[in-house]
């Protein structure tokens, strides 16, 4: 099965399949903000999707270069909670 979502970078293609299968979300005040869920089937299922992603065009991305880039986004994002609307909630 091929998915075509227009992504043709790994950072983009990484970024939709966590997206995708609910392993980090947008906060909704704060679009910018990645908010990562701790969901760890939700992360396996999007290192297969972004696996998948990359390859239905054609495109072969080292194994390491793809598990890099979805170990950095999710180090990227916040666990839990937006760290903008945080304070607020305190």
Same mark, same amino acid.
């Given at each position: 099965m091929?998915?075509?979502?227009?992504?043709d970078?790994? $950072?983009?293609a990484v970024r939709? *399949?966590?997206?995708?299968?609910?392993a980090? =979300? #947008?906060?909704p005040?704060h679009?910018d903000m990645?908010v990562?869920?701790?969901?760890d #089937? #939700?992360?396996?299922? =999007?290192?297969v999707? $972004?696996?998948?992603i990359?390859?239905s065009d054609?495109?072969?991305?080292?194994?390491q270069?793809?598990l890099e880039e979805?170990k950095?986004?999710?180090?990227d *994002? *916040?666990?839990g909670v937006?760290p903008v609307? #945080?304070?607020?909630?305190?």
């Amino acid at each position: 099965m091929s998915v075509d979502c227009g992504h043709d970078d790994l $950072a983009s293609a990484v970024r939709y *399949a966590l997206q995708s299968t609910r392993a980090i =979300a #947008a906060c909704p005040f704060h679009p910018d903000m990645s908010v990562r869920v701790g969901d760890d #089937a #939700a992360e396996n299922h =999007a290192c297969v999707r $972004a696996s998948k992603i990359i390859k239905s065009d054609g495109t072969t991305w080292n194994r390491q270069l793809l598990l890099e880039e979805i170990k950095r986004q999710l180090g990227d *994002a *916040a666990d839990g909670v937006c760290p903008v609307c #945080a304070p607020q909630n305190s």
